[in-house]
């Protein structure tokens, strides 16, 4: 059922196509579109392929489509309607891992790293940045926008979110979804919802009760929804309290579309289609790349179902209209996008590079660093770079978010072979950017022997031993200690010479076994394109880390609220629910800090943590009532008392003074401010009325109960206050978005 394309401009709006006229609402153009559609247009519009051959399947790919791409839904030339190209894009523009000919793109450092910057800007800046290059790439969708909070740190795909928080989780995101969608183009929010796992992930069963939901995930993904006003919604694999996501009434009718107003489109993860009438009927507009689901549900199925009268033509009509009503919101129609004439798509690599650079270089976390070893000094003469493949590049995570780089990995054949592998390093050497910024003599070991590296560091001035956790979708970490031996690598060497740095590159929090024997330890994340430069750029000193961790890291996993994963990574028969069921509501609201502040448990390393190479006093704490009532204006001072210009990361922390919340404190709010040494600078913070409520299911709003409240200003989660003030509040009912 596939149709023409449309590859030039935007057709005009003429007396026969009035829907083309961009004077009119979006409404009202997709309102006019649908009623002019043939019923086998209406459902061509509904059903997307997989854009890459399927050779196990003996599928061979929509020629329209953009080669080796995540997926491509048809246009209608006839009315003007432009083809959807669509591509994987967590960190920038991905390529399937079964491509012999990837797209070489720009990537940004890791969602993960980019939530760690705590600097809204710079997520801003990376999403329109990739954003940019997927337009001259020939895509108008990108399937970014990852919002799952971080229940379980082994879950593969953590790189990809933003951490445990919902609200930074949400504004970090939500910017990023932003950034995207200033290209013309629509960024998806996903995965809705509780998609927290990757074991079995096609068919657990997350059992969480409604107002858990909604002050955690949900709030999470409704803040991101409202600061970046994504087109299209993509539902996730998992099943909730019984029923599959992408068939989910509870979550696609009841909360996204009636509850929250959204008029975008809910389109299906690959592979998260399990019926034809349940899907439609319960919130699900598009089916994604086909042949990935047992059955062509939304094509001639879907076509059936319309004409019996099992899915009603108004049900139909509605899909059409939110996926054509968001075409015409973001430009799709008078912006089109054009086939790549080259593999370069004229893409300005080295700017696109200083942009992600940028975000990785506020994104590393200094965690620790005893008797001022970083940065390197001048009197360092001799440095031995260890492990991680440091000499040629940097790390990055697995799976459909797989950017790969310009000249390709160079390292081959790590990790499996097909996906979610091969792993794929960026050409950003930290070693050889460290030897661009010395004077020191500097030599590298594979660190394969760990006796040889350490004597090698014995002989050394200073070690710095590259740590790497290669994380990726479909699988989870088995516990959260470095793979492969690195924690006996890192203590041989740590024992050799004291003056040891550790550079971790991880999908997300891991143990430390060797924490108290090494001078420094540095949270690098996935960095991304120029990830080599912006590591060695930290440890010089040429950037002060500002980093800040968004998310816990467990001394061990015995602290977790499920210290073993759900599931058994084996059982493939989706019938069986209970027994690949986990339950959410054992921490409820409650995730990352919140657990370890109610169960009085000790981290690694708390929320929001992180080191500076300067040092900050805070000052001048006030918080009043909004002028609204419902939320708090908080502001204060922070000055640099060191003698480096730093950044400072203000946390504000909220809690009631009669308790009774999820957990004993929320995050309130943050501002992250630059201040050169020796001055100061001013921060604001406004707190959002729903961070201080509890939400009530059975009204569906959000009550703030009446009384004091504690605002606490401190440096992280863990953190003894640098000041407290009260406030007082009048009970108050907000509605569902928190007004």
């Not at 419902?630 to 204060?636: H, N, T």
Request: proline fraction near 5%; aromatic fraction near 8%.
């Amino acid at each position: 059922m596939l149709s023409s394309t449309l590859t030039g401009a935007a057709h005009a709006a003429d007396d026969k196509r009035p829907w083309l006229d961009s004077a009119l609402t979006p409404d009202a153009r997709a309102e006019q579109l649908v009623k002019a559609m043939t019923l086998d247009e209406k459902i061509q519009t509904v059903f997307g392929y997989f854009s890459t051959d399927f050779e196990s399947k003996k599928y061979t790919s929509p020629k329209e489509g953009r080669k080796d791409s995540a997926g491509f839904v048809p246009g209608i030339e006839r009315l003007g309607l432009p083809p959807q190209w669509q591509a994987d894009a967590g960190v920038g523009v991905a390529t399937q891992a079964a491509s012999k000919k990837p797209y070489q793109r720009t990537s940004l450092p890791s969602g993960l790293a980019t939530t760690a910057t705590w600097n809204p800007e710079l997520a801003f800046a990376g999403g329109a940045m990739i954003g940019g290059e997927a337009r001259k790439t020939g895509f108008n969708i990108m399937l970014a926008g990852g919002v799952n909070l971080m229940r379980e740190p082994r879950n593969g795909r953590n790189f990809e979110y933003g951490g445990e928080d919902p609200l930074l989780a949400g504004v970090m995101v939500g910017e990023q979804i932003r950034g995207i969608q200033s290209n013309h183009m629509v960024s998806t929010l996903k995965h809705f919802a509780f998609n927290d796992q990757e074991t079995n992930r096609n068919h657990v069963n997350v059992k969480i009760d409604d107002k858990a939901g909604r002050m955690s995930d949900l709030l999470a993904l409704q803040i991101a929804m409202e600061r970046g006003d994504p087109g299209s919604v993509m539902c996730a694999y998992n099943r909730v309290n019984g029923a599959y996501a992408c068939e989910n009434d509870y979550l696609l009718n009841q909360v996204l579309k009636q509850d929250w107003g959204f008029k975008g489109y809910v389109m299906s993860d690959w592979g998260a289609t399990h019926s034809t009438v349940p899907a439609a009927i319960n919130g699900l507009d598009q089916q994604s790349g086909h042949p990935f689901d047992k059955s062509a549900y939304f094509n001639e199925a879907l076509k059936e179902a319309v004409v019996n009268g099992h899915v009603p033509q108004a049900r139909l009509d509605d899909m059409v209209k939110r996926i054509t009503r968001t075409m015409f919101a973001h430009g799709l129609v008078e912006h089109p996008v054009a086939t790549p004439t080259s593999d370069d798509a004229g893409i300005d690599f080295g700017a696109n590079g200083k942009i992600s650079q940028a975000d990785a270089e506020e994104a590393i976390v200094l965690l620790k660093n005893s008797n001022d070893l970083l940065p390197l000094g001048a009197n360092v003469r001799t440095i031995a770079i260890i492990g991680g493949h440091s000499n040629v590049g940097v790390m990055s995570g697995g799976g459909s978010a797989q950017v790969y780089p310009i000249g390709l990995s160079p390292v081959a054949n790590e990790g499996p072979a097909f996906f979610p592998g091969p792993m794929v390093y960026h050409r950003s050497s930290p070693m050889q950017e460290l030897t661009a910024r010395t004077k020191a003599k500097v030599v590298y070991h594979d660190g394969k022997d760990a006796a040889s590296a350490a004597k090698l560091a014995a002989s050394s001035d200073v070690a710095i031993v590259f740590g790497n956790q290669w994380m990726a979708e479909s699988i989870d970490a088995p516990d959260l200690n470095l793979p492969n031996k690195q924690d006996a690598l890192i203590a041989a060497v740590a024992k050799a010479n004291a003056k040891t740095i550790v550079v971790l590159q991880t999908g997300g929090p891991v143990v430390m076994p060797w924490l108290n024997n090494v001078g420094a330890v540095v949270e690098a994340w996935y960095p991304g394109t120029n990830g080599g430069a912006a590591i060695a750029r930290v440890l010089t000193g040429e950037v002060n880390p500002s980093g800040r961790l968004p998310a816990t890291f467990p001394a061990s996993v015995a602290q977790l609220p499920r210290p073993v994963i759900d599931g058994d990574a084996v059982t493939k028969d989706e019938n069986i629910i209970e027994k690949v069921a986990t339950d959410y509501n054992i921490e409820g609201a409650a995730v990352g800090y919140k657990w370890f502040d109610l169960k009085g448990h000790k981290p690694l390393f708390p929320f929001g943590y992180g080191l500076s190479y300067t040092s900050f006093a805070y000052a001048d704490l006030s918080a009043n009532k909004s002028a609204d009532g419902a939320g708090i204006d908080v502001s204060f001072s922070v000055k640099n008392t060191g003698k480096r210009d730093g950044k400072a990361v203000g946390q504000v922390y909220v809690s009631p003074a009669a308790g009774g919340w999820e957990a004993p404190k929320r995050l309130g709010g943050w501002d992250k401010v630059a201040v050169k040494a020796g001055a100061s600078g001013n921060a604001k913070v406004k707190i959002d009325p729903r961070l201080l409520a509890m939400y009530d299911s059975a009204s569906k709003t959000w009550k703030i109960a009446g009384g004091e409240y504690i605002v606490t200003l401190a440096e992280s989660a863990g953190a003894k206050p640098a000041a407290t003030v009260k406030v007082k509040l009048d009970a108050r009912t907000l509605n569902i978005s928190g007004r």
